[in-house]
Protein backbone atom coordinates (compact mmCIF):
# COMPACT_ATOMS: atom_id res chain seq x y z
CA UNK A 1 0.00 0.00 0.00
CA UNK A 2 1.25 3.27 -0.54
CA UNK A 3 2.57 5.78 2.13
CA UNK A 4 -0.12 9.02 2.52
CA UNK A 5 0.90 12.16 4.07
CA UNK A 6 -2.15 14.20 4.35
CA UNK A 7 -1.72 17.95 4.81
CA UNK A 8 -4.86 20.23 6.50
CA UNK A 9 -7.21 18.78 8.95
CA UNK A 10 -9.96 20.95 9.06
CA UNK A 11 -13.88 19.68 8.54
CA UNK A 12 -12.96 18.56 5.43
CA UNK A 13 -9.22 17.22 5.81
CA UNK A 14 -10.28 15.72 9.34
CA UNK A 15 -12.34 12.83 8.22
CA UNK A 16 -10.79 12.48 4.44
CA UNK A 17 -7.96 11.03 6.90
CA UNK A 18 -9.77 9.57 9.10
CA UNK A 19 -10.83 7.18 6.34
CA UNK A 20 -7.87 6.65 5.01
CA UNK A 21 -6.86 5.93 8.15
CA UNK A 22 -9.46 3.33 8.76
CA UNK A 23 -8.76 1.67 5.38
CA UNK A 24 -5.72 0.70 6.43
CA UNK A 25 -2.95 3.24 4.87
CA UNK A 26 -0.22 4.10 6.46
CA UNK A 27 -0.73 8.08 7.06
CA UNK A 28 1.58 10.94 8.23
CA UNK A 29 -0.78 14.36 9.00
CA UNK A 30 0.65 17.58 9.36
CA UNK A 31 -1.67 20.82 10.59
CA UNK A 32 -0.70 24.18 11.44
CA UNK A 33 -2.46 24.00 14.58
CA UNK A 34 -1.43 21.25 16.36
CA UNK A 35 -4.90 19.97 18.22
CA UNK A 36 -6.04 18.55 14.92
CA UNK A 37 -2.81 16.58 14.10
CA UNK A 38 -2.59 15.19 17.52
CA UNK A 39 -6.15 13.42 17.35
CA UNK A 40 -5.31 11.93 14.70
CA UNK A 41 -2.28 10.60 16.34
CA UNK A 42 -4.20 8.76 18.90
CA UNK A 43 -5.84 6.95 15.76
CA UNK A 44 -3.00 5.90 14.40
CA UNK A 45 -1.24 8.62 12.11
CA UNK A 46 2.41 9.74 12.49
CA UNK A 47 2.53 13.15 12.86
CA UNK A 48 5.22 15.45 10.71
CA UNK A 49 7.08 18.77 11.70
CA UNK A 50 6.27 20.63 7.86
CA UNK A 51 4.54 19.94 4.79
CA UNK A 52 7.84 19.32 3.75
CA UNK A 53 8.83 16.49 6.59
CA UNK A 54 5.59 14.91 5.23
CA UNK A 55 6.93 14.55 1.48
CA UNK A 56 10.22 13.42 2.37
CA UNK A 57 8.36 10.16 4.69
CA UNK A 58 5.69 9.77 1.88
CA UNK A 59 4.47 8.12 -1.79
CA UNK A 60 1.77 10.36 -2.19
CA UNK A 61 1.00 13.86 -0.24
CA UNK A 62 -3.02 15.39 -0.27
CA UNK A 63 -3.38 18.82 0.83
CA UNK A 64 -6.88 19.78 1.62
CA UNK A 65 -6.61 23.83 3.05
CA UNK A 66 -8.08 27.11 2.64
CA UNK A 67 -7.46 29.22 -0.50
CA UNK A 68 -4.97 29.57 -3.83
CA UNK A 69 -2.40 31.25 -1.38
CA UNK A 70 -2.72 28.64 1.31
CA UNK A 71 -2.10 26.01 -1.03
CA UNK A 72 0.90 27.99 -2.39
CA UNK A 73 2.41 28.22 0.87
CA UNK A 74 2.08 24.55 1.03
CA UNK A 75 3.56 23.62 -1.71
CA UNK A 76 5.99 26.44 -2.76
CA UNK A 77 6.86 28.08 0.04
CA UNK A 78 9.48 27.77 2.63
CA UNK A 79 9.76 23.51 4.39
CA UNK A 80 6.85 23.23 1.08
CA UNK A 81 6.20 20.07 -0.19
CA UNK A 82 8.40 20.82 -3.02
CA UNK A 83 11.64 20.93 -0.94
CA UNK A 84 10.80 17.26 -0.16
CA UNK A 85 9.23 15.76 -3.24
CA UNK A 86 11.39 13.80 -5.41
CA UNK A 87 10.34 11.32 -8.35
CA UNK A 88 8.14 9.11 -8.37
CA UNK A 89 6.14 11.11 -5.81
CA UNK A 90 2.09 11.89 -6.68
CA UNK A 91 0.82 15.17 -5.60
CA UNK A 92 -3.07 15.43 -4.89
CA UNK A 93 -4.68 18.57 -4.22
CA UNK A 94 -8.18 18.40 -2.81
CA UNK A 95 -8.71 22.32 -1.39
CA UNK A 96 -11.01 24.30 -4.02
CA UNK A 97 -8.47 26.88 -5.68
CA UNK A 98 -8.15 28.66 -8.50
CA UNK A 99 -8.06 26.97 -11.88
CA UNK A 100 -4.79 29.46 -12.69
CA UNK A 101 -2.87 27.91 -9.24
CA UNK A 102 -3.45 24.40 -9.72
CA UNK A 103 -1.50 25.00 -12.90
CA UNK A 104 0.93 26.94 -11.27
CA UNK A 105 1.52 24.15 -8.91
CA UNK A 106 1.24 21.27 -11.37
CA UNK A 107 4.13 22.96 -13.79
CA UNK A 108 6.56 23.75 -10.63
CA UNK A 109 6.03 20.20 -9.48
CA UNK A 110 6.51 18.89 -12.98
CA UNK A 111 9.79 20.48 -13.42
CA UNK A 112 10.67 18.44 -10.70
CA UNK A 113 9.85 14.84 -11.61
CA UNK A 114 6.59 15.14 -9.52
CA UNK A 115 3.10 14.50 -11.22
CA UNK A 116 0.34 16.76 -9.44
CA UNK A 117 -3.88 16.37 -9.41
CA UNK A 118 -5.89 19.14 -8.94
CA UNK A 119 -8.67 17.19 -7.10
CA UNK A 120 -11.52 19.35 -5.56
CA UNK A 121 -14.62 17.83 -3.95
CA UNK A 122 -18.24 18.23 -3.44
CA UNK A 123 -20.52 16.23 -0.97
CA UNK A 124 -19.89 19.03 2.38
CA UNK A 125 -18.63 17.80 6.13
CA UNK A 126 -21.37 14.67 5.23
CA UNK A 127 -19.79 13.35 2.44
CA UNK A 128 -16.29 13.40 3.83
CA UNK A 129 -17.34 11.34 6.81
CA UNK A 130 -19.01 8.96 5.08
CA UNK A 131 -16.82 8.78 2.34
CA UNK A 132 -19.35 9.51 -0.47
CA UNK A 133 -17.72 12.80 -2.03
CA UNK A 134 -17.82 13.50 -5.37
CA UNK A 135 -14.06 14.15 -6.37
CA UNK A 136 -13.19 15.89 -9.64
CA UNK A 137 -9.79 15.48 -11.20
CA UNK A 138 -7.67 17.41 -12.90
CA UNK A 139 -3.86 16.25 -14.21
CA UNK A 140 -2.61 13.82 -16.16
CA UNK A 141 -4.36 10.03 -16.91
CA UNK A 142 -1.90 7.95 -15.60
CA UNK A 143 -1.59 10.36 -12.65
CA UNK A 144 -4.95 9.60 -12.19
CA UNK A 145 -5.14 5.93 -12.68
CA UNK A 146 -2.61 5.80 -9.61
CA UNK A 147 -4.55 8.12 -7.72
CA UNK A 148 -8.12 6.44 -7.95
CA UNK A 149 -7.14 3.47 -5.42
CA UNK A 150 -6.75 6.22 -2.59
CA UNK A 151 -9.81 8.54 -4.12
CA UNK A 152 -12.02 5.89 -4.07
CA UNK A 153 -11.91 5.60 -0.07
CA UNK A 154 -13.07 9.18 -0.09
CA UNK A 155 -15.58 9.38 -2.56
CA UNK A 156 -17.77 7.87 -4.32
CA UNK A 157 -18.14 9.54 -7.66
CA UNK A 158 -15.08 10.20 -9.24
CA UNK A 159 -14.37 11.81 -12.40
CA UNK A 160 -11.24 11.99 -14.74
CA UNK A 161 -11.94 16.19 -16.15
CA UNK A 162 -8.82 16.72 -18.50
CA UNK A 163 -5.47 18.12 -18.13
CA UNK A 164 -4.26 19.96 -15.15
CA UNK A 165 -6.74 22.99 -13.82
CA UNK A 166 -9.45 21.07 -15.04
CA UNK A 167 -10.85 19.58 -11.82
CA UNK A 168 -10.60 23.25 -10.39
CA UNK A 169 -13.07 24.38 -13.22
CA UNK A 170 -15.50 21.60 -12.94
CA UNK A 171 -15.79 22.62 -9.03
CA UNK A 172 -16.21 26.52 -9.66
CA UNK A 173 -18.90 25.10 -11.81
CA UNK A 174 -20.17 23.04 -8.67
CA UNK A 175 -20.09 26.17 -6.58
CA UNK A 176 -22.22 28.21 -9.15
CA UNK A 177 -25.08 25.90 -9.15
CA UNK A 178 -24.74 25.69 -5.07
CA UNK A 179 -25.32 29.11 -4.43
CA UNK A 180 -27.57 29.71 -6.82
CA UNK A 181 -29.62 26.71 -5.46
CA UNK A 182 -29.56 28.05 -1.83
CA UNK A 183 -30.65 31.18 -2.56
CA UNK A 184 -33.31 29.75 -4.39
CA UNK A 185 -34.00 27.74 -1.53
CA UNK A 186 -33.79 30.76 0.83
CA UNK A 187 -36.33 32.48 -1.22
CA UNK A 188 -38.69 29.63 -1.50
CA UNK A 189 -38.92 29.09 2.46
CA UNK A 190 -39.34 32.82 3.46
CA UNK A 191 -42.20 33.10 0.68
CA UNK A 192 -43.44 30.06 2.37
CA UNK A 193 -42.80 31.78 6.04
CA UNK A 194 -44.38 35.58 4.67
CA UNK A 195 -47.84 33.64 3.17
CA UNK A 196 -48.40 32.01 6.62
CA UNK A 197 -48.05 28.48 5.27
CA UNK A 198 -45.88 25.74 7.39
CA UNK A 199 -42.50 26.05 5.80
CA UNK A 200 -41.43 22.46 6.99
CA UNK A 201 -44.62 21.02 5.10
CA UNK A 202 -43.61 23.00 2.09
CA UNK A 203 -39.92 21.62 2.14
CA UNK A 204 -41.53 17.70 3.08
CA UNK A 205 -43.26 18.48 -1.09
CA UNK A 206 -40.88 20.22 -2.37
CA UNK A 207 -38.37 17.42 -2.27
CA UNK A 208 -40.83 14.90 -3.74
CA UNK A 209 -41.19 16.99 -7.41
CA UNK A 210 -38.78 19.00 -9.73
CA UNK A 211 -37.70 20.98 -6.82
CA UNK A 212 -35.99 18.45 -5.12
CA UNK A 213 -32.21 18.92 -4.64
CA UNK A 214 -29.45 17.55 -1.85
CA UNK A 215 -29.26 21.66 -0.94
CA UNK A 216 -33.28 21.75 -0.37
CA UNK A 217 -32.93 18.69 1.87
CA UNK A 218 -29.45 19.21 3.72
CA UNK A 219 -29.65 22.97 3.50
CA UNK A 220 -33.00 23.81 3.48
CA UNK A 221 -33.45 21.68 7.14
CA UNK A 222 -30.86 24.03 8.64
CA UNK A 223 -32.41 26.73 7.11
CA UNK A 224 -35.93 25.72 9.27
CA UNK A 225 -34.12 24.87 12.44
CA UNK A 226 -32.13 27.71 12.74
CA UNK A 227 -28.79 26.07 12.65
CA UNK A 228 -25.79 27.54 11.22
CA UNK A 229 -22.79 25.74 12.61
CA UNK A 230 -20.83 25.08 9.56
CA UNK A 231 -20.80 22.91 7.40
CA UNK A 232 -19.34 24.66 4.92
CA UNK A 233 -18.66 28.19 5.83
CA UNK A 234 -19.52 31.29 4.50
CA UNK A 235 -16.26 32.79 4.27
CA UNK A 236 -15.11 29.86 2.56
CA UNK A 237 -17.89 29.96 -0.17
CA UNK A 238 -17.62 33.74 -0.73
CA UNK A 239 -13.86 32.66 -1.47
CA UNK A 240 -15.37 29.76 -4.39
CA UNK A 241 -17.16 33.04 -5.98
CA UNK A 242 -14.16 35.00 -5.81
CA UNK A 243 -13.08 32.58 -7.75
CA UNK A 244 -15.85 31.72 -10.18
CA UNK A 245 -15.82 35.66 -10.58
CA UNK A 246 -12.38 36.38 -11.49
CA UNK A 247 -11.89 33.27 -14.00
CA UNK A 248 -15.23 34.69 -15.39
CA UNK A 249 -13.89 38.16 -15.46
CA UNK A 250 -10.68 37.11 -17.25
CA UNK A 251 -12.97 34.93 -20.04
CA UNK A 252 -15.35 38.00 -20.48
CA UNK A 253 -18.08 35.77 -19.23
CA UNK A 254 -21.09 37.63 -17.45
CA UNK A 255 -22.37 35.51 -14.39
CA UNK A 256 -25.53 37.59 -13.72
CA UNK A 257 -26.47 34.79 -11.03
CA UNK A 258 -23.26 34.42 -9.55
CA UNK A 259 -22.66 38.08 -9.39
CA UNK A 260 -25.86 38.55 -7.30
CA UNK A 261 -25.69 35.96 -4.79
CA UNK A 262 -21.85 36.90 -3.95
CA UNK A 263 -22.81 40.31 -2.73
CA UNK A 264 -25.78 38.47 -0.58
CA UNK A 265 -22.49 36.83 1.25
CA UNK A 266 -20.63 40.02 0.95
CA UNK A 267 -23.36 41.61 3.10
CA UNK A 268 -23.36 38.37 5.44
CA UNK A 269 -19.67 38.69 6.03
CA UNK A 270 -19.83 42.66 6.59
CA UNK A 271 -22.49 41.60 9.66
CA UNK A 272 -19.71 39.01 10.56
CA UNK A 273 -21.55 36.24 9.76
CA UNK A 274 -18.46 34.69 7.84
CA UNK A 275 -18.11 31.55 10.07
CA UNK A 276 -21.28 30.42 10.24
CA UNK A 277 -22.90 27.60 7.46
CA UNK A 278 -23.36 29.00 4.16
CA UNK A 279 -27.46 28.17 4.63
CA UNK A 280 -27.12 31.47 6.90
CA UNK A 281 -28.28 32.97 3.52
CA UNK A 282 -31.77 33.06 4.54
CA UNK A 283 -31.37 35.17 7.31
CA UNK A 284 -30.52 38.30 5.32
CA UNK A 285 -33.62 37.50 3.75
CA UNK A 286 -35.27 37.15 7.32
CA UNK A 287 -34.07 40.47 8.23
CA UNK A 288 -35.13 42.23 4.77
CA UNK A 289 -38.56 41.08 4.98
CA UNK A 290 -39.26 42.15 9.00
CA UNK A 291 -40.38 45.34 9.77
CA UNK A 292 -38.18 47.41 11.57
CA UNK A 293 -37.57 46.66 15.28
CA UNK A 294 -39.17 43.06 14.85
P1 LIG B 1 -11.42 24.53 7.45
O1 LIG B 1 -12.19 23.70 8.41
O2 LIG B 1 -11.35 26.01 7.68
O3 LIG B 1 -9.93 23.92 7.38
C1 LIG B 1 -8.91 24.54 6.66
C2 LIG B 1 -7.63 23.76 6.88
O4 LIG B 1 -6.58 24.36 6.12
C3 LIG B 1 -7.15 23.77 8.33
O5 LIG B 1 -6.57 22.52 8.63
C4 LIG B 1 -6.11 24.89 8.33
O6 LIG B 1 -5.14 24.77 9.36
C5 LIG B 1 -5.47 24.65 6.97
N1 LIG B 1 -4.79 25.84 6.45
C6 LIG B 1 -5.37 26.98 5.99
N2 LIG B 1 -4.44 27.84 5.57
C7 LIG B 1 -3.23 27.24 5.75
C8 LIG B 1 -1.89 27.62 5.48
N3 LIG B 1 -1.60 28.81 4.93
N4 LIG B 1 -0.92 26.74 5.81
C9 LIG B 1 -1.21 25.55 6.36
N5 LIG B 1 -2.46 25.12 6.62
C10 LIG B 1 -3.45 25.96 6.32
O7 LIG B 1 -11.95 24.37 5.96
P2 LIG B 1 -12.65 23.10 5.27
O8 LIG B 1 -14.12 23.30 5.33
O9 LIG B 1 -12.04 21.84 5.78
O10 LIG B 1 -12.24 23.36 3.75
C11 LIG B 1 -10.99 22.95 3.20
C12 LIG B 1 -11.05 23.09 1.68
O11 LIG B 1 -12.09 22.23 1.17
C13 LIG B 1 -11.39 24.51 1.21
O12 LIG B 1 -10.70 24.80 0.03
C14 LIG B 1 -12.88 24.43 0.97
O13 LIG B 1 -13.30 25.41 0.02
C15 LIG B 1 -13.02 23.02 0.45
N6 LIG B 1 -14.35 22.41 0.62
C16 LIG B 1 -15.03 22.49 1.78
C17 LIG B 1 -16.29 21.90 1.91
C18 LIG B 1 -17.09 21.95 3.18
O14 LIG B 1 -18.29 21.61 3.15
N7 LIG B 1 -16.53 22.34 4.30
C19 LIG B 1 -16.84 21.20 0.82
C20 LIG B 1 -16.11 21.10 -0.35
C21 LIG B 1 -14.87 21.72 -0.45
P3 LIG B 1 -5.48 25.31 10.86
O15 LIG B 1 -6.25 24.20 11.52
O16 LIG B 1 -4.17 25.55 11.47
O17 LIG B 1 -6.30 26.58 10.69
Known sequence: MERIGFIGLGIMGRPMARNLLKAGYPLVVYNR?????????QEGALMAASPKDVAQQVDVVITCVSDSPD??????????IIEGAR???????MSTIAPATARTVYHALKAKGV????????GGDIGAQQGTLSIMVGGDEPAFQRALPILNVMGENIVYIGEAGAGQVTKACNQIVVSLTIQAVAEALTFAKKSGVDATKVREALLGGFAQSRILEVHGKRMLEG????????NLHRKDMNI????????SLP???SAQVTS????LLAQGQGELDNAALITLYDRLSEPPGS
Open 87 to 93: SPMLYID
Open 255 to 257: LLG
Open 264 to 267: LMDA
Open 33 to 41: SRLAMEELA
Open 244 to 251: VLQTAREL
Open 71 to 80: VEAVVLGADG
Open 115 to 122: AALDAPVS
Open 227 to 234: QFQPGFKL
